[in-house]
């Protein structure tokens, strides 16, 4: 009797192993004929290039399900991933803009896509280069940091936290709500994550509700205060109002700090591309997208089918859950030439690390400044960067993809 | 099929052959015009697809719809004639068509 060939793969996200590489179950998953079945989360999940883009894009794959289920049954789901009993977090984190769809999702990403549009996020650079010299100043003095704890986790929270209208010393507060909630999108959750994404929602909710009184009665020119007016004039409700702040300073601050950490590793991993990018700065733009396709910070989504569909060559009934494996797809060799391989002059490069379809990722252009300034400002500032003791240990789980930290030398230039 | 030419902002020109009912990015894409960054893969959610038409045939092809319209004002560098290429669907009158594009937008 012939064994399946899924059955041989062994699927652990929590496992250390999978932490180390989970390229190589990844591409095990890709060589099977059909998608792979993960029983313990009930969803198939979709690792090659052509399965992901086509279910990204596909308007019947929609983030929640509630379009075509029953209430008792919508209550009785959310029972079973988990999500119930959390007043907080299933007012203001499971009904956002990320988790809505049709004309409520593009309402709601009108009216913030101005602020995260090119031309709008490049007023930003300034300030982001301040910034990080500021931070780098302080730094370089000692020969060796955790470029993750000591430098990259304090930069999303204050550029984020600046475009929305959060002052700098609260920025903090932001690294940790927001860790605190995404951690329990992951689908292995358990209790203690549940409880602590609720706590934190709800303290984050305090805190906005008091900066929102601040800009009520003096407003200013950020987010928070545009959004006021988007609230009074009745194009969004108090709760959008909340749920979108609150999105905005979640969704790029775990993944930004961990991109920037997986990003300097690659290039400590692949010293003749970062030779290469010292010796020609302008293929800064191409070596950011590459960071972002070679280790893609987010690198699972999940889509509903709400139509019986064909995908991978199997054929599903409505309902069905797709994990959308963007890490995957982005080694896909039917894609990239040399997947594996980091290349910072990549051309042309189409991955999906933003995701794709109608659900593609807002923040991306300030999630590229924020690398950009970086990596350009320590190329100019270090002559040498190098790993220190053994090689960094990246988190487990399937819903993000960083180092836990970073352990580097440098020298000033 | 219809004959589409494409002409990079360094004067660069790629010709292809375009099917019928698809869009005028999957032709940018499939004939390695790689300025098309397209990222959403054709959601009209990124901008990154942006093109330029000639007066002429901007004035032949169907109008943009409201999305298209409002994502339009946020590429970089708008002109009159921009379009997304991404919401340009490939027809039999478009033989010949010129499509001009920017820098990538991404």
């Known amino acids: 009797m012939l064994t399946d060939p899924a059955s041989r793969i062994s699927f652990d996200p929590q496992s250390t192993g999978f932490a180390a590489d989970p390229y190589a179950t990844y591409a095990a998953m890709r060589a099977l004929d059909t998608p792979y079945f993960w029983e313990s989360a009930n969803t198939w999940m979709l690792t090659k290039m052509a399965d992901v883009e086509a279910v990204a894009l596909d308007k019947t794959m929609l983030r929640n399900n509630e379009d075509f289920i029953e209430d008792g049954d919508q209550k009785a789901q959310q029972r079973a991933i988990n999500f119930h009993d959390m007043p907080y977090h299933e007012r203001y984190v499971q009904v956002n803009l990320l988790e809505s769809e049709g004309a409520t999702h593009a309402r709601l990403r009108k009216v913030v896509f101005r602020e995260f549009s090119p031309a709008m996020i490049a007023r930003q650079r300034p300030a982001i280069q301040d910034f990080v010299d500021t931070l780098l100043e302080e730094l370089c003095e000692q020969d060796e940091v955790d470029f993750v704890a000591e430098f990259a986790a304090h930069v999303p929270g204050h550029i984020i936290g600046r475009v929305l209208g959060v002052p700098d010393e609260d920025a903090p507060m932001l690294r940790h709500w927001s860790e605190e909630v995404v951690r329990f999108f992951d689908p292995e959750r358990g209790a203690e994550d549940k409880a602590r994404a609720e706590c934190a929602t709800k303290e984050f909710y305090e805190y906005l509700l008091v900066l929102l009184a601040e800009r009520e009665k003096a407003p200013k020119e950020d987010l928070l205060s545009k959004l006021i007016v988007y609230r009074d004039s009745g194009q969004l409700s108090q709760d959008e109002l909340i749920s979108t702040a609150m999105l905005i300073l979640m969704a790029g601050h775990g993944s930004t700090i961990d991109v920037l950490g997986s990003g300097l590793h690659a290039l400590l991993r692949f010293p003749d591309q970062h030779q290469r990018l010292r010796d020609d700065p302008n293929l800064m733009k191409t070596a950011v997208q590459e960071m972002f396709r070679y280790e893609s910070p987010l690198p699972y989504f999940h889509r509903f089918a709400t139509e019986d569909t064909e995908v991978g060559g199997k054929l599903f009934p409505a309902g069905t859950r797709f994990g959308l494996l963007y890490g995957a797809a982005n080694r896909d060799l039917n894609r990239f030439e040399r997947p594996d391989v980091f290349d910072v002059g990549r051309t042309p490069n189409r991955h999906m690390a933003f995701g794709g379809g109608g659900h593609f990722c807002l923040g991306n252009h300030l999630a590229r400044l924020d690398m950009d300034v970086i990596f350009s400002t320590l190329n100019t500032r270090f002559t040498e960067m190098e790993l220190v003791g053994a090689e960094p240990k990246y988190k487990s789980g399937l819903s993000v993809r960083g180092p836990k930290e970073l352990r580097i030398c440098w020298k000033r230039a | ?106």
Do not use: Y
């Not at chain 2, 300025?35 to 959601?43: D, H, Q, R, S, T």
């Open chain 2, 1 to 106: 099929m219809v004959k589409l030419k494409f002409v990079q902002a360094n004067g660069t020109e790629i010709e292809t052959d375009a099917a019928l009912g698809m869009s005028v990015m999957q032709a940018a894409v499939n004939a390695g015009v790689d300025e098309i960054a397209a990222e959403c893969g054709g959601a009209c959610a990124c901008g990154t697809c942006h093109c330029v038409l000639p007066q002429e045939w901007f004035e032949r092809v169907a109008a943009p719809q409201d999305d298209e319209a409002d994502m339009l004002e946020f590429v970089i560098e708008p002109q009159p004639t921009s379009r997304l290429s991404c919401q340009v669907v490939v027809s039999e009158d478009m033989h010949g068509m010129v499509i001009n594009v920017p820098d990538s937008q991404v």
